[in-house]
């Protein structure tokens, strides 16, 4: 697909986008994972340097080309994710988290692979990862709370125009999605319906958009590349 006929409104800024599935180790040689194969992440990278954008693409697990244009940095777990994603996002003006984070992660992981044996097995216990679209949030509330004070030497604010999340919705789609977008801090939200074969490692895609203190845009299926536009169609107006 030839990227032709954008506008360069995104030139000059500096954009980071997160893609694909975190994997949580069990063992060294499982995990747990999710579906998510980092199309619709490398939409938007690809589009947002399509259209100028400085990208940094931030990938979990994904068996994608690189998009021309953009920096790619690797992750496996949430927490690498994390921090890939909040040292990019210093001083970013765009932060997008299209990557599914696995919200749990074996509390304990082997040192060596688990064995069969003769009994039931022992089960998984799971704790909490960290909500890194959330966190961002509450770093930009942080960094316009100190706004004035003179910043700490060497440190870069985490102060993005616009945070962008995803959600993965299968029921009352519209009335989770409005819920997550108050509750994550966040400026757009892109709300996918998932299941019956929808979204996951298909090239098009359908979505709303909900917009904090705006109406929502809805994006009819077609290519991932047209999710991605609309949002940075969006992003672009919200810029100062
Ligand atoms: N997200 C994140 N860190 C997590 C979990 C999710 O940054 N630990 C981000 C995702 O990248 C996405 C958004 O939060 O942009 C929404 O993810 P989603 O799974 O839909 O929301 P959750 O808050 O995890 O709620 P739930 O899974 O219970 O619906
Ligand atoms: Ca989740």
């Known amino acids: 697909r030839v990227l032709r006929g954008r506008p360069r409104d995104l030139a000059g800024r500096r954009v980071v986008v997160s893609a694909g599935g975190t994997r949580e180790a069990i063992d060294p040689v499982r995990f747990l994972g999710n579906r998510s ?11 947002a340097a399509a259209r100028g954008a400085e ?19 690797r ?14 996002s210093a001083g970013a003006d765009v932060v997008v988290m299209a990557a599914a ?29 960290p909500d890194i679209l959330a966190e961002l949030g509450e770093l930009r509330r942080a960094a316009r709370e100190a706004a004035g004070d003179p910043a700490p030497a060497g440190r870069v604010a985490v102060d993005p125009a616009v945070i962008v999340g995803f959600a993965a919705e299968t029921h009352d789609v ?6 997550k977008l108050a509750r994550k801090g966040c400026d757009l939200l892109v709300v996918n319906q998932v299941g019956e074969g929808r979204a996951f490692g298909t090239p098009d895609n359908a979505a709303t958009v909900l917009v904090a203190g705006g109406e929502p845009v809805e994006v009819p299926l077609g290519p991932k590349e047209d999710v991605a536009d609309a949002v940075w169609d969006l992003v672009a107006a919200r810029l100062p």
């Open 55 to 73: 990208v940094t693409l931030v990938a979990a697990n994904v068996a994608l080309p690189d998009p021309a244009g953009a920096t790619v940095v």
């Open 174 to 179: 519209l009335a989770n999605g409005q819920a």
């Open 75 to 88: 992750a496996e777990s949430a927490a690498q994710l994390r921090e890939a994603v909040l040292a990019a």
């Open 101 to 129: 984070v696995a919200d749990f992660r074996p509390a304990d992981r082997h040192d060596v692979k688990i064995k069969k044996t003769d009994g039931e097995p022992e089960p998984i216990r799971l704790t909490k990862n």
């Open 37 to 47: 194969t980092g199309l619709q992440g490398y939409a938007l990278a690809r589009t």
